[in-house]
């Protein structure tokens, strides 16, 4: 008789406690994201201004080199589903690094699973990341190119990609709590890795070698799937599947996307206990 008011009691404190972090997490976005603009003169317009510099200094300089061929003739569209896709990567990332040393003095006040900061983070580079999609979108009409049904299939990359950043924020994120060194690392590697996946060129000026080692990078294989969808197969269709030469590819790198993730979950939670003396 005493076991249905026991679960009921059980499930009632499971939906609060829920509720709880919930609420953590969502002003924590709230709270992130308007930080990042706060005193600042254009506000919210920071948010796509940098991708969009960046796509008009290389559109402009190097357009002309890298956007030559029938396969590129929508080179301004296929730069800037580049840009977004490895900006947001970066983005998110660098904030998750630094997320829990930024934030210690919150987890010795309050007491709440670490792994919301973290996450906060990414909801800040996510939010960004949408509005910067609205702009694409904007960017797709303009271009006259009609939405099709395969688009859905654009969503479960970007769960792929968030996965992938996830995982590798977490795992950076809690060495960063040891070494501060991670962080200028990790600002050398987002420089080189701009360059070194396909942002602005075809990834088949890369050598076939060397295109089976770039497209099992998850951030490369998303961006090559989605410019293949939105653009269609005829324009550089260099995805994992060409690459390899079979469908069954794509595999590799979401097996590496999820991989990266549980790794890092596992890692961040169990030192987590640790954060707050360190920082």
């Keep these: 008789m005493s076991a249905a008011p ?21 002003v924590t976005v709230s709270t992130e994201f308007k930080l990042k603009y706060a005193d600042s003169v254009l506000g919210y317009v920071w948010s796509i201004a940098r991708p969009f510099a960046y796509f008009t200094v290389i559109w402009v300089l190097l357009g002309g080199v890298f956007g ?6 929508n080179y301004p569209l296929y730069l800037l ?6 900006t947001y990567f970066i ?21 709440f699973p670490r792994l919301i900061i973290p996450l906060s983070a990414t909801g800040t580079a996510t939010v960004t990341f949408a509005v910067n999609a609205l702009a694409v979108i904007v960017f797709i009409a303009a271009s006259g190119i009609t939405p099709h049904a395969s ?4 969503f479960p990359l970007l769960g792929e990609l968030y996965l992938f950043v996830l995982g590798l924020g977490l795992i950076l994120a809690m060495a960063y709590t040891r070494f501060r060194d991670i962080g200028q690392l990790w600002e050398l590697a987002a420089q080189l890795l701009f360059f070194a996946l396909p942002v602005m060129y075809s990834i088949a ?8 080692i770039v497209v099992l990078n998850p951030v490369a294989q998303v961006m090559q799937d989605i410019r293949r969808i939105i ?38 939670q169990k030192d987590s206990k640790n954060f707050a003396e360190r920082v």
């Design 91 to 111: 983005d998110a990332v660098g904030l998750q690094m630094r997320s829990i040393v930024d934030r210690g003095g919150l987890l010795r006040k309050i007491y």
């Design 151 to 154: 688009w859905l299939l654009i």
């Design 205 to 212: 000026l890369l050598g076939p070698r060397y295109q089976k």
């Design 6 to 26: 026991y679960s009921t009691s059980q499930w009632q404190t499971f939906r609060d406690t829920l509720g709880y972090h919930r609420r953590v997490f969502g």
């Design 231 to 268: 653009l269609g197969p005829e324009l550089d269709p260099q995805t994992i599947a060409a690459v390899y030469g079979f469908r069954e590819a794509r595999a590799i790198p979401a097996a590496i996307a999820l991989g990266t993730f549980v790794v890092g979950l596992l890692l961040f």
């Design 68 to 73: 030559r061929g029938a396969a590129m003739h």
């Design 81 to 86: 589903l580049g840009i977004v896709i490895v």
